[in-house]
């Protein structure tokens, strides 16, 4: 078990949030160089909800961003890393078991512990389907009080991806549709579900719901296509 596990961070908004380190820490990736990529993940996530949530003063808006350009020319001075270049071949794992936490690489950009765009998912398996609960913070705000649609949308997209791992799969996302039900709220927890509904050739099918976990309300739903492809294939991008 990862030592982070049981442990979150309170932000001062009134809303406990999972510690990133928790559910995407995997087993055979634990080094320290991986846990602080996932812990600065979590800092500028952070930053950017405290800034946008809260009325800081000139002087201390002037201060952050003086001491974030001197870090972002410190981390710009070292060599480039890709992807490609760590996890060629991707995460094609066998299935966790039903109730365990699933994972992926750090750098997922809504689910990885180190995403600066992240939205500290925990996603586990749930039978055939991937469920993400998360609670969406001030950065995330679009209509006062309320989600963002493309924040809703990314949320979808990335969950779906899940289903790709329960079925040891890759692919890509071909379509995605969303119909918003109502306004997502901010600051509540929310639960995203979704499945595979059935696959022609290549194409497979996938549905889902975000709910309001208050109540079970459904604040939005969505189908995907995804477009499968050969294992060997995934990292042909590479270059």
Do not use: N
Request: aromatic share 4%; glycine share 12%.
């Amino acid at each position: 078990m990862d030592e982070h596990a049981g442990h979150g961070h309170d932000h001062g908004d009134g809303h406990g949030h999972l510690d990133p380190l928790t559910h995407v820490a995997r087993p055979d990736h634990p080094d320290a160089v991986a846990l602080a990529r996932g812990e600065i993940g979590r800092a500028v996530r952070d930053i950017g909800h405290a800034v946008v949530g809260h009325a800081a003063p000139l002087e201390l808006l002037e201060r952050a961003t003086a001491r974030l350009d001197a870090l972002v020319a410190e981390l710009e001075g070292h060599p480039v890393r890709h992807r490609a270049d760590e996890r060629p071949e991707g995460d094609w794992d066998p299935p966790p078991d039903d109730g365990a936490a699933m994972e992926s690489y750090d750098e997922r950009p809504i689910s990885g512990r180190a995403s600066p765009w992240g939205l500290d998912l925990d996603v586990r398996r749930e039978g055939d389907e991937a469920v993400a609960r998360v609670t969406l913070r001030p950065a995330h705000e679009g209509a006062p009080g309320r989600s963002h649609g493309g924040i809703v949308a990314a949320l979808f997209d990335d969950v779906f991806g899940f289903v790709l791992s329960l079925r040891s799969q890759p692919g890509f996302t071909g379509e995605i549709s969303v119909r918003y039900v109502a306004g997502t709220p901010i600051g509540v927890p929310l639960e995203c579900r979704v499945r595979a509904t059935g696959q022609e050739r290549r194409k497979l099918y996938m549905s889902g719901e975000l709910t309001d976990a208050r109540d079970g309300s459904v604040v939005a739903t969505s189908t995907a296509t995804f477009i499968t492809i050969d294992p060997a294939r995934f990292g042909a991008a590479k270059g």
